[in-house]
């Protein structure tokens, strides 16, 4: 009786440590797959709304997980002659000299802030933020990661995306 308690409660801590390995396995995924989407964007944008000298900068907010793996994505990289470069900030007022912002789940209730930025293409895994006046959404669609774009945002900045993009974006406002 005693070796069945004891084989039912190892059994069930393994279970608890199994389902905790995969949610940390599957936020880490997420966290990449995202991080690989945000640097691959940059090749899809035709036109960016202002001509910054030196580095590229993707500043990141409530996502330290996304952040360091555009790090190691952006790593001696560069774009257009200009070395790729990952800042963290706290709040939209930071944001000045990036020409991407990616605002993670943690800053949902700050999200509004980093609505109708000037010249940076805002990108956020918040529920509706394109809908809500930011560019770029990165929405859970049968498992996989896919985009909703706020065009009329975009285009009222000056950033202007290929056809290629636009033929992956799933909606469109």
Known sequence: MIMRTIFIRV????????SFHQTVMAVDEQAHIKANY???????VKEW????????IFCVVGSKEV????SHIVTDKS????ALRVKYISNAKQA???????IGQAQKKKIKSF???KHVLTVSDVEDFA??????????????IRFHLNKTVASRIGLKFSSQFIKLVKKIY
């Open 67 to 70: 952040g360091n793996k555009l």
């Open 79 to 82: 774009l257009k002659k200009r």
């Open 131 to 144: 809908a809500n006046g930011g560019i770029i959404s990165f929405v859970e669609i049968d498992g996989k």
């Open 11 to 18: 059994y069930f801590l393994l279970g608890c440590f199994i």
């Open 115 to 117: 609505i109708g930025l």
């Open 96 to 102: 000045g000299k990036c020409e991407v912002v990616f």
């Open 49 to 56: 709304p202002q001509k910054n000298e030196g580095d590229f």
């Open 38 to 44: 945000l640097y691959k964007l940059t090749n899809y």
